[in-house]
């Protein structure tokens, strides 16, 4: 059965690609997208890669967008002359979701003066009222570009503003309650007991994970429950890197899943151990094979954002790709 299932696997990516040629189109995947649509990929990669790579985006003419909503829509905002396509519209982001334009429009009325720095797991119309875009690759460095006595209204993710209000020592940023169903279940005992069954592995976890500012204070004093092994907080860009570039045998993953498929391919005879085996977004498990190939060949789902709010988004947006 798995030798069929990957062979129909091979037959599906044959024809994307086929027919990715034929139409000039780029796909792009988000690491955390299942195995075979990682494969198909023309570029893999974190939000912010894939932002940047669909900001220069020139030969092609459409672009298919292997994520969730809010990546295609600024993926539209940033290629105005391409037409993007997503796979399923159903692939939304429930981070995202927790706050609305109104209400952010009546956060920033509580707090004039501040400055708004919206995640990027954001809507278009959250990101047309902000100042700067981050992704968690950025935050810190976006955030320490602001004066330091200006207030900052981060959104939506709290434990990732959690995160680097602690790594800037800012007591002026605001945090919005959102999270990410995926990463907010990840708690500071579960990557402690991993470390004790694993003793040898060196640990990754996400900055959008509950302990994530609890992380980084350990990490900064040198908590003796570190053990001296290598722990970071990092963007999925960050996880890939310190894999390429260190040399343990283990790591402790802490994120969505889908990132082991692309950590073990590219580093073959090391382990990956995820923190949790429920860390699973059912929204990037929405786009498959089959979807791509149906995006592919009807056309469809094009993901546009209205001109005014695209161009009110777009300085955020640029905000953010100009500071890495």
Same mark, same amino acid.
């Given at each position: *059965?798995?030798?069929?299932?990957?062979?129909?696997?091979?037959?599906?990516?044959?024809?994307?690609?086929?027919?990715? /040629?034929?139409?000039?189109?780029?796909? +792009?995947?988000?690491?955390?997208?299942?195995? &075979? @649509?990682? %494969?198909?990929?023309?570029v893999?990669?974190?939000? #912010?890669?894939?932002?940047?790579?669909?900001?220069?985006? /020139?030969?092609?003419?459409?672009?298919?967008?292997?994520?969730?909503?809010?990546?295609?829509?600024?993926?539209?905002? #940033?290629?105005?002359?391409?037409?993007? #396509?997503?796979?399923?519209l159903?692939?939304?982001?429930?981070?995202?979701?927790?706050?609305?334009?109104?209400? #952010?429009?009546? !956060?920033?009325?509580e707090?004039?003066?501040?400055?708004?720095?919206?995640?990027?797991?954001?809507?278009?119309?959250?990101?047309?009222?902000s100042?700067?875009?981050?992704?968690?690759?950025?935050?810190?460095?976006?955030?320490?570009?602001?004066?330091? %006595?200006?207030?900052?209204?981060?959104?939506?993710?709290?434990?990732?503003?959690?995160?680097?209000?602690?790594?800037?020592?800012?007591?002026?940023?605001?945090? !919005? &309650?959102?999270?990410?169903?995926?990463?907010?279940?990840?708690? +500071?005992?579960?990557?402690?007991? $991993? *470390?004790?069954?694993?003793? /040898?592995? %060196?640990?990754?976890?996400? &900055?959008?994970?509950?302990?994530?500012?609890?992380?980084?204070?350990?990490?900064?004093?040198? %908590?003796?429950?570190?053990?001296?092994?290598? @722990?970071?907080?990092?963007?999925?860009?960050?996880?890939?890197?310190?894999a390429?570039?260190? /040399?343990?045998?283990?790591?402790?993953?802490?994120?969505? $899943?889908?990132?082991?498929?692309?950590l073990? $391919?590219?580093?073959?005879?090391?382990?990956?151990?995820?923190?949790?085996?429920?860390?699973?977004?059912?929204?990037?498990?929405?786009?498959?094979?089959? $979807?791509?190939?149906?995006?592919?060949?009807?056309?469809?789902?094009?993901?546009?954002?209205? &001109?005014?709010?695209?161009?009110?988004?777009r300085?955020?947006?640029?905000?953010?790709?100009?500071?890495?």
């Amino acid at each position: *059965m798995a030798e069929t299932s990957a062979n129909t696997d091979v037959a599906l990516q044959a024809r994307i690609r086929e027919l990715a /040629e034929e139409k000039n189109a780029i796909i +792009l995947a988000h690491n955390y997208q299942i195995g &075979p @649509v990682q %494969d198909v990929a023309d570029v893999l990669g974190d939000s #912010l890669g894939l932002a940047q790579e669909a900001a220069e985006v /020139e030969e092609a003419d459409i672009i298919v967008f292997c994520g969730v909503h809010f990546m295609a829509e600024t993926a539209a905002i #940033l290629s105005p002359g391409k037409r993007v #396509l997503l796979p399923d519209l159903q692939a939304g982001c429930f981070l995202a979701d927790t706050l609305t334009a109104e209400g #952010l429009a009546e !956060w920033k009325a509580e707090h004039p003066g501040a400055k708004v720095v919206s995640y990027v797991n954001s809507t278009a119309a959250v990101k047309a009222l902000s100042d700067y875009c981050c992704t968690s690759a950025n935050a810190v460095k976006v955030v320490e570009a602001i004066p330091a %006595d200006t207030d900052i209204l981060f959104c939506p993710d709290m434990f990732l503003g959690a995160y680097v209000r602690e790594v800037t020592g800012r007591d002026n940023i605001h945090l !919005w &309650p959102g999270e990410c169903h995926v990463h907010s279940p990840i708690t +500071l005992e579960m990557v402690l007991e $991993k *470390m004790a069954e694993y003793p /040898e592995a %060196d640990v990754m976890v996400h &900055p959008e994970c509950r302990c994530s500012a609890e992380l980084a204070q350990m990490i900064e004093d040198g %908590d003796e429950r570190l053990d001296g092994r290598q @722990v970071q907080v990092a963007s999925t860009g960050g996880m890939v890197r310190q894999a390429q570039e260190g /040399e343990n045998e283990q790591y402790i993953v802490g994120t969505e $899943k889908g990132i082991n498929h692309r950590l073990a $391919k590219e580093n073959p005879g090391r382990e990956f151990i995820p923190v949790s085996e429920k860390a699973i977004c059912q929204y990037m498990k929405r786009i498959t094979l089959e $979807k791509v190939l149906h995006s592919l060949t009807e056309d469809v789902y094009q993901v546009t954002v209205d &001109p005014e709010t695209a161009a009110a988004a777009r300085g955020a947006v640029d905000r953010m790709l100009e500071i890495t």
